[in-house]
């Protein structure tokens, strides 16, 4: 793609979506691989605005740290392969935000990939379902219960009561107690 059509097809993107001006400014001022790479990546993902937002600030981030240009960073392996995966483009946007928050912030990704392990690890049954926060952005941990009926109620809390040492571990986990950096 020339660089005056990868120009108008970037303006055009940016209009459809309502890309906020500062936004559209950065994006024309990369490189025209780099502009070109986030055009394909936009328009092949059907990314809205605020995803493109999003992955253009990691990736920047990335940029910056690693001294890679986007289009570089859009090579990557975990990357090429939502990039070019099945799947719906929205499902692939949001997929791509994940590999890219992987990149950015690895050890947030291993201490979330530790805790899910040990998660699944405890081997509760269904009807109880344990949620960390969020790329760990507070320390609280929800435990969810689905029961149906007293019985099986009571079955669910007697899982729970016999996992409360572990599910005390991966509370303080989440909440950011006993790590050690080497474990992430």
């Known amino acids: 793609m020339s660089a005056p059509a990868d120009e108008a ?24 691989e780099d502009r070109a790479a986030l055009l394909e990546t936009a328009v092949g993902l059907r990314m809205r605005a605020g995803q493109l937002i999003a992955a253009f600030d990691l990736m920047e981030e990335i940029s910056v740290r690693d001294a890679r240009p986007v289009a570089a960073i859009l090579a990557r392996a975990e990357v090429r392969r939502i990039l070019d995966g099945s799947g719906s483009g929205p499902g692939r946007a949001a997929a791509l935000l994940g590999a890219l928050r992987a990149i950015r912030f690895p050890r947030l990704a291993r ?21 960390p926060p969020r790329e760990l952005a507070s320390g609280e941990i929800r435990i969810e219960l689905a029961a149906h009926g007293s019985e099986d109620l009571r079955g669910l809390l007697d899982a729970l009561s016999r996992r409360a040492a572990e599910l005390a571990r991966i509370a303080d986990l989440v909440a950011g107690v006993g790590w050690n950096d080497d474990e992430i």
């Open 111 to 131: 201490a979330t990939e530790r805790i899910t392990c040990e998660i699944a690890a405890l081997g509760l049954p269904r009807g109880i379902r344990i949620a």
């Open 9 to 32: 097809a970037i303006r055009e993107w940016a209009a459809a979506r309502r890309l906020p001006a500062p936004y559209l400014a950065r994006w024309l001022e990369l490189g025209p």
